[in-house]
Structures are given as structure tokens and as C-alpha cells.
């Protein structure tokens, strides 16, 4: 079991330009989330998926922030005309149903808008 | 909306010591309540969990729930240096979902 795959660990864009960011769950997880973290506003929830189908995307920020789940192997953060607001490590995160089981995060990709 | 905050934010104990870790939240209705270990550089890792009011031990790390004070709190014993990281508590409401509200966490550094 390799984990939760975040593909690429580093990414630096410049501004105004796209940047779109991978994640493979865990294999038989039905639940996939995204996080960025930053120094200033910690661990912060952005969306949520079960089964593929978007639950909650609650934290996303309304313009230029989208995920997809095309399949059940892997999920996308787009982010179109990146500001340098969106530097920051965004972290993927898989879990099974239900509350109180596990949700498993891969090592994140930061993100450097220059 | 759920908050959720830790203290202290920083924290230094000596090798073989004690470490207390501490945690409140907002929602009486929060459910299910988890520790986090992040080292430079990888991603969260869960440590423990409790559901429960009371005590939970597991090896080194004891847990202490009290929803009635809207308290959590993390007890290092022994504590080592590969212990130096940075801890979140992270609360789950939802029992149909992971989604996690997590503090914003207490850098632990174990002094040899």
C-alpha cells in the first residue's frame, strides 16, 4: 500500500498562470479530501468527495478554485489565474465511510506562485 | 461553525519527559476526536483517537476526553526526540463523513 499519491510534490507557477494538482487515494476508499495548509491560516478543509461525487465543497474559494473526481483511482485541484495568496502546501486525503475511521493524507504539493 | 483551538503553541521538553498537549472546541455536538502528527516535509499522520469520555492509553500517548468541558488533551510520557513534530487535534461532527476541523497545532521539540 503506497499511500495517498500526490503528484507533483513541487510546483511553482507564475502568476496568472494555471496550476493543476493530482491526488491517487488509497485503493477501496471511498472518500477523498482536500486541504491547504498554510503558516498563517493552518489546516484548512476545501472539499470533499464520496464515491466519486462531489459532498461538500464548503472551503473552496468561489472563483478560480475547482476539483474533479473523474474516477475512483485519482482527483484534481485546478487552480486557474494563480495569485500568490495561493502559495501554500495543499494536501490530499483518503479515507473509508463513516466518522470515526481514518482519513489517511499523502505528503502534499507546494505550490510557489511567483 | 466548529473552532478549534490548541495550546500551547509551542512546546520543549526534555528527553524522557512529560508532554501535555491541549485542545478545545465549540461544537457540543462534535463526535469524534483525533491526534495528528506532521514531521517536516510528509503529510498529517493520525497518532490516536477517542470517542469516548475519559482516558485512552496507547503505548507512550494517553488521550483525555471530556466533552462536557469541550476539552481534549495529548499526554506524551517518556518523550523522545523522534517525538519533536508538530501536533494537530483534529474534530469530526459528522458521522457520515471524515471531514475534519483541525486546530492550528503545537510544535513539540524534545530536547536531547
Known amino acids: 500500500n503506497a499511500g495517498v499519491i500526490q503528484t507533483p510534490r513541487h510546483k511553482v507557477t507564475g502568476k496568472g498562470q494555471e496550476a493543476t494538482l493530482w491526488c491517487e487515494p488509497i485503493?477501496?476508499?471511498?472518500?477523498v479530501f482536500w486541504y491547504r495548509q498554510t503558516i498563517v491560516q493552518g489546516l484548512e478543509f476545501l472539499t470533499y468527495?464520496?464515491?466519486?461525487?462531489?459532498?461538500?465543497d464548503s472551503g473552496m474559494p468561489k472563483e478560480r478554485f475547482s476539483a474533479q473526481m473523474p474516477n475512483q483511482s485519482h482527483s484534481t485541484l485546478k487552480i486557474q489565474s494563480t495569485q500568490p495568496q495561493d502559495s501554500a502546501v495543499y494536501l490530499c486525503?483518503?479515507?473509508?465511510?463513516?466518522?470515526?475511521?481514518?482519513?489517511?493524507f499523502g505528503k502534499g504539493t507546494r505550490l510557489t506562485v511567483v | 461553525q466548529q473552532k478549534v483551538q490548541q495550546s500551547p503553541e509551542s512546546l520543549i521538553v526534555p528527553e524522557g519527559g512529560m508532554a501535555s498537549l491541549n485542545c478545545t472546541f465549540s461544537?457540543?455536538?462534535?463526535?469524534y476526536f483525533w491526534w495528528y502528527r506532521q514531521h517536516s516535509g510528509e503529510g498529517p499522520k493520525a497518532l490516536m483517537?477517542?470517542?469516548?469520555?475519559g482516558d485512552k492509553k496507547e503505548g507512550r500517548f494517553t488521550a483525555h476526553l471530556n466533552k462536557a468541558s469541550l476539552h481534549v488533551s495529548l499526554h506524551i510520557k517518556d518523550s523522545q526526540p523522534s517525538d519533536s513534530a508538530l501536533y494537530f487535534c483534529?474534530?469530526?461532527?459528522?458521522?457520515?463523513?471524515?471531514?475534519?476541523?483541525f486546530g492550528d497545532g503545537t510544535v513539540l521539540t524534545v530536547k536531547p
Open positions: 486525503a483518503s479515507s473509508s465511510e463513516g466518522g470515526n475511521t481514518e482519513v489517511f
Open positions: 485503493s477501496g476508499h471511498s472518500a
Open positions: 468527495f464520496r464515491n466519486q461525487a462531489p459532498i461538500d
Open positions: 461544537d457540543r455536538n462534535s463526535q
Open positions: 483517537s477517542i470517542f469516548s469520555n
Open positions: 483534529a474534530v469530526s461532527t459528522n458521522t457520515n463523513t471524515g471531514k475534519l476541523t
